[in-house]
């Protein structure tokens, strides 16, 4: 399945670097988020885009930071991460934000040493 | 109370079962209601949504009770490779998805 692609699919990093997720949506939806999903926790939103426009940072620290420039492309720029940080990053879209069903990515998973 | 809450199992059942999973949501003005499912380590797939009349897909039946507030998922004739982990969702007050922690369903031989 193809809908919702991300990369990279694991990414080791130390605390001092800086890295990037991508997420590319293939579905012509109008609104893309992030979530974090650690281990034994339900799935916590952290940005929501509605036609390229930031509607939600659910208190994600600013170490996180996304940029979405266009309805198909999603990016999380990661910097000084701390090892508390080390989860399933997951990107989602649907039709409009709000109540539509959502459509994830496969995720990226992250370890920060 | 938390917005959507599971039973989070595991339900260990053998093939061939019939299995139910319960889930309560907290905002009465709700209107979106899907079922999720989660393999280990992978992303959520839609398996459902939830609608007023109730639903059916073949093994998996779907229901929505607005007076008592709660979602449930129905499976016949269980089978290997519905072992996963089923995911309650919701939209909340302020319009976003909220995800239950899931409900843990083990089938076995």
């Known amino acids: 399945e193809t809908g919702v692609t991300q990369t990279p699919r694991h990414l080791v990093m130390g605390m001092t670097n800086k890295k990037s997720l991508k997420c590319e949506q293939h579905?012509?939806?109008?609104?893309m988020y992030w979530y974090k999903q650690s281990a034994k926790k339900p799935l916590e939103l952290m940005f929501v885009?509605?036609?390229?426009?930031?509607?939600e940072n659910n208190s994600v620290p600013s170490r996180f930071s996304p940029e979405c420039p266009n309805s198909s492309h999603l990016f999380l720029h990661l910097h000084t991460l701390q090892p508390e940080d080390s989860a399933l990053y997951l990107c989602?879209?649907?039709?409009?934000?709000?109540?539509?069903?959502?459509?994830f990515g496969p995720g990226t998973r992250l370890t920060v040493t | 109370r938390k917005e959507v809450e599971q039973d989070p199992g595991p339900f260990n059942v053998p093939e061939g079962a019939t299995v139910a999973f319960n889930c309560t949501y907290s905002?009465?003005?709700?209107?979106?209601f899907f079922w999720y499912r989660q393999d280990c380590r992978k992303e959520p797939k839609l398996l459902m949504s939830?609608?007023?009349s109730g639903n059916e897909d073949g093994r998996f039946t779907a229901q929505l009770n607005r007076a008592s507030q709660y979602i449930s998922l129905l499976i016949r004739d269980s089978k290997l490779s519905d072992s996963a982990t089923y995911l309650c969702?919701?939209?909340?007050?302020?319009?976003?998805?909220?995800f239950g922690t899931g409900t843990r369903l083990q089938v076995f031989p």
């Open positions: 579905l012509g939806h109008n609104a």
């Open positions: 939830v609608y007023s």
């Open positions: 885009y509605n036609f390229k426009e930031q509607t």
């Open positions: 969702v919701v939209n909340s007050n302020t319009d976003k998805l909220i």
């Open positions: 989602a879209s649907s039709q409009v934000g709000g109540r539509d069903e959502q459509y």
């Open positions: 905002n009465s003005a709700s209107q979106s």
